[in-house]
């Protein structure tokens, strides 16, 4: 029961809003007793928070996926993109930008996680490009790590509508590649990019 709660509480959270969904709407929702829902959660901060966790653990299981299909550096990155457009397009506010304004120590929280994940993400990914001949050999991939995840999370959190967000991170996506792409990696780009317009 507790999974089923955070699973349809998350969903109408990012369709929503995490501020205007109360428990009441929850209970009704499930056709269940608020009663039940506080059996496994103290107070909505709690579902809130386990709901994100499960929203950060679905990304990430899905990048991973996307990391073993082996695609080349510049590609797997646009494929990672255009998960998340699927995943977050049909919400009309930005996921982050509600949860930093409303709930500012779960948004911190999830961060922290987020930073120390895609950390990992995009350092193998600059090396794997690197290894390909896309990106140059003396780039400094701690600071293009995070120059990027800079770039990102300051689209999200300061982004209101999702279209927008959306639209920016794909501008930051080809800023990013362009920074630290050899001749070869800019062709791919180049491609990518006529791909996913």
Request: hydrophobic share 40%.
């Amino acid at each position: 029961m507790k999974d089923k709660i955070i699973k349809k509480a998350t969903e109408m959270f990012l369709k929503l809003g995490f501020k205007s969904v109360t428990m009441d709407d929850i209970a009704c929702e499930m056709c269940i007793s608020k009663k039940t829902i506080y059996k496994y959660f103290h107070n909505k901060e709690m579902l809130i928070e386990e709901g994100t966790e499960v929203v950060h653990q679905k990304i990430h299981s899905i990048i991973d996926d996307i990391v073993t299909k082996n695609y080349n550096a510049i590609q797997e990155n646009f494929e990672i993109r255009r998960m998340f457009k699927e995943m977050f397009q049909s919400f009309d506010h930005s996921p982050a930008y509600q949860l930093k304004k409303h709930y500012p120590e779960i948004y911190a929280k999830m961060m922290a996680n987020e930073i120390e994940d895609c950390n990992t993400v995009f350092s193998q990914n600059i090396i794997k490009g690197i290894e390909q001949g896309l990106y140059r050999k003396e780039v400094d991939i701690e600071a293009a790590v995070r120059f990027y995840y800079t770039l990102i999370f300051s689209i999200n959190e300061n982004t209101q509508l999702e279209s927008e967000a959306i639209k920016l991170e794909n501008l930051a996506l080809e800023y990013h590649t362009r920074a630290i792409a050899t001749p070869k990696g800019i062709i791919e780009l180049e491609k990518q990019l006529s791909i996913n317009i």
